[in-house]
């Protein structure tokens, strides 16, 4: 079993910022994609960033150039460093990863989610 705690959500005023981590934590073997996504409520979840093990980062149009994605491989964790945060930022963000277990079988998780809520 793997699991994913997420840090590092909260209020913060426009222009702020914060930074996300999530540590993946159980039977695992490597983890290829770690990536962040967010939700409102009523909304589908999107994607803001991802990051491959090579190091290889994807951000969504509305992230690019405020947001950075970075990965430690040695302690399997994920962060994202959000500045110039807008009130439309405002959302619940979940890690995701791609993990192959000990037994070489691949699995997708999700951590509980954080808050991130941007006042004006």
């Known amino acids: 079993q793997v699991q994913l705690v997420e840090s590092g959500g909260g209020l913060v005023q426009a222009g702020g910022s914060l930074r996300l981590s999530c540590a993946a934590s159980?039977?695992?073997?490597?983890?290829?994609?770690m990536g962040w996504y967010r939700q409102a409520p009523g909304k589908q979840r999107e994607l803001v960033a991802a990051i491959t093990s090579g190091g290889s980062t994807n951000y969504a149009d509305s992230v690019k150039g405020r947001f950075t994605i970075s990965r430690d491989n040695a302690k399997n964790t994920v962060y994202l460093q959000m500045n110039s945060l807008k009130p439309e930022d405002t959302d619940v963000y979940y890690c995701?990863?791609?993990?192959?277990?000990?037994?070489?079988?691949?699995?997708?998780?999700w951590g509980q989610g954080t808050q991130v809520t941007v006042s004006s």
């Open positions: 159980g039977s695992i073997f490597s983890i290829n994609y």
């Open positions: 995701n990863a791609h993990v192959e277990v000990a037994t070489r079988r691949h699995y997708m998780y």
